[in-house]
């Protein structure tokens, strides 16, 4: 039983225009929603992350969505580049000392010259 | 300040060996977390320490694996006998303790860039 979703599983955008991933889960009791970036060859790096009390979180091109009543959030990369080509994942936890991340299946981004 | 480092960067081994992966955390996180992702699916918990002790081992596969972290630095995940479901990448992690004086949110947990597992 998967507790978060995530679509698409690959995405090819051109230079310049918006990726959108989206992720859904189910546990009620998670309040942490973090979004991991990855390169090829290194380890998932912290891109952006939203606690519930917020809809919205903005990080330069970067922006989470986040809908509590529906369980779903989304990251938006703006003006994509090609540098952002990565594998993205969402994850969820509780917000307590221990956080236990539980992750989606990842989204390979490829975002065209 | 060096990040999470984890040793090797890939092994192959033949079902019914033996295999010992390493992960050395950044210098005084005392959260330190193992994860597996099997190819094309999602990253899983496998288990978590608070300095040398187990605090949630409730993601581990079954009793061929084992996990050490003696001293509470550097930790080791031993996969005995191996079999081919064990292969994925398998990452480690680690994180500050939250201090009671905070809001009691959580730090942002380190990756290693994982070690490639390939049981044949």
């Known amino acids: 039983q998967q507790q978060v979703k995530q679509s698409p599983q690959s995405l090819i955008v051109q230079k310049g225009g918006i990726s959108i991933i989206n992720c859904a889960y189910e546990n009620t009791a998670f309040d942490y929603f973090p979004w991991y970036q990855q390169f090829p060859g290194k380890g998932p790096a912290l891109l952006i992350a939203i606690r519930p009390d917020v809809s919205e979180k903005k990080e330069g091109r970067f922006t989470i969505s986040f809908n509590k009543s529906a369980k779903q959030f989304s990251l938006h990369i703006m003006d994509s580049q090609p540098g952002d080509s990565a594998t993205y994942f969402c994850a969820a936890s509780r917000d307590t000392g221990f956080q236990k991340l539980v992750f989606g299946t990842g989204t390979r981004l490829l975002v065209s010259p | 300040e060096a990040g999470v480092t984890q040793f090797p960067s890939h092994s192959v081994i033949e079902k019914g060996q033996t295999v010992t992966l390493r992960c050395d955390p950044i210098s005084g996180h005392d959260n330190l977390y193992w994860y597996r992702r099997v190819m094309g699916k999602e990253i899983k918990f496998l288990l978590h320490f608070v300095k040398e002790s187990k605090q949630d081992e409730s993601g581990m596969p079954n009793n061929r694996f084992l996990a050490e972290r003696t001293g509470g630095t550097y930790s080791t995940l031993k996969v005995q006998p191996a079999e081919l479901e064990d292969s994925g990448v398998y990452f480690c992690?680690?994180?500050?303790?939250?201090?009671?004086?905070?809001?009691?949110?959580?730090?942002?947990?380190?990756f290693g860039p994982g070690t490639r597992l390939t049981v044949t």
């Open positions: 992690a680690s994180s500050q303790l939250i201090s009671p004086k905070t809001s009691g949110k959580n730090y942002e947990q380190y």
